[in-house]
């Protein structure tokens, strides 16, 4: 496609649930990101891939977040056990190579919401 | 660390008057900073970006900022607003090394009136 997609859109799930959220980057490019965006506030950083491999998982609040790559494209943001407070959009970001100054290009992202 | 503050959380201005949106920035290094844009309902988009050239950037739909290394400034302005600029504005800086991490500020909401 022409930009990065994220699925689904909105997620709905009961506290204490398994979920998957899908970024789709756009073709070619080696860098990918995830974000979380609480109300009201800026993205904040979670993971960092380049290629497969994830290259800075800093910002991943605990255990129950993990994020794959298998094959250097699409990327699964994986939530165990989900609190109500893990509630927010979270967003993929995707750029053709890493480093300061290069563009990244945003998905719309997913709106979690934890019941 | 690196960081950046918005200074206003919110803006309102009248259609056809200037912009100014308020960002400093806190760095050991001499940065990359950006300026991304989020409507409603669509992803975050970048409106300029500053990356040691020149410290005048000019950016899509007429926005354009100055990096201002003794204030530690990059103040985002536009001659006059329009109704379709209404929207939240985040300035951005980019982490220490070579990642493309990015780290956001608060966000200022623009609001333009009639």
């Known amino acids: 496609g022409a930009g990065v997609s994220q699925t689904p859109s909105n997620k709905v799930t009961e506290k204490g649930k398994y979920v998957e959220l899908r970024c789709d980057p756009i073709?070619?490019?080696?860098?990918l990101y995830w974000y979380r965006q609480s109300l009201g506030q800026g993205p904040e950083f979670l993971i960092y891939?380049?290629?497969?491999?994830?290259?800075?998982d800093s910002g991943l609040p605990n255990d129950r977040f993990f994020a794959v790559r298998p094959e250097g494209s699409v990327s699964t943001l994986k939530i165990q056990r989900t609190e109500r407070g893990d509630s927010a959009v979270y967003l993929c970001a995707s750029s053709l190579l890493p480093g300061q100054g290069t563009e990244a290009f945003f998905g719309q992202g997913t709106r979690l919401t934890v019941v | 660390a690196q960081s950046v503050t918005q200074l206003d959380s919110h803006v309102s201005v009248s259609e056809g008057t200037p912009v100014l949106l308020r960002c400093n920035y806190s760095s050991s290094y001499s940065p990359s900073l950006f300026w991304y844009v989020q409507h409603p309902n669509k992803g975050l988009q970048l409106l300029l970006k500053?990356?040691?050239?020149?410290?005048l950037v000019k950016g899509i739909n007429g926005f354009e900022a100055e990096f201002k290394k003794s204030e530690t400034s990059f103040h985002l302005t536009k001659p006059s607003a329009h109704m379709s600029d209404a929207a939240e504005y985040f300035c951005v800086v980019s982490a220490a090394g070579n990642t493309g991490k990015l780290i956001f500020g608060q966000g200022t909401t623009l609001q333009v009136k009639p």
């Open positions: 500053y990356t040691s050239a020149a410290t």
């Open positions: 891939f380049q290629g497969t491999g994830a290259a800075d």
């Open positions: 073709s070619g490019h080696t860098a």
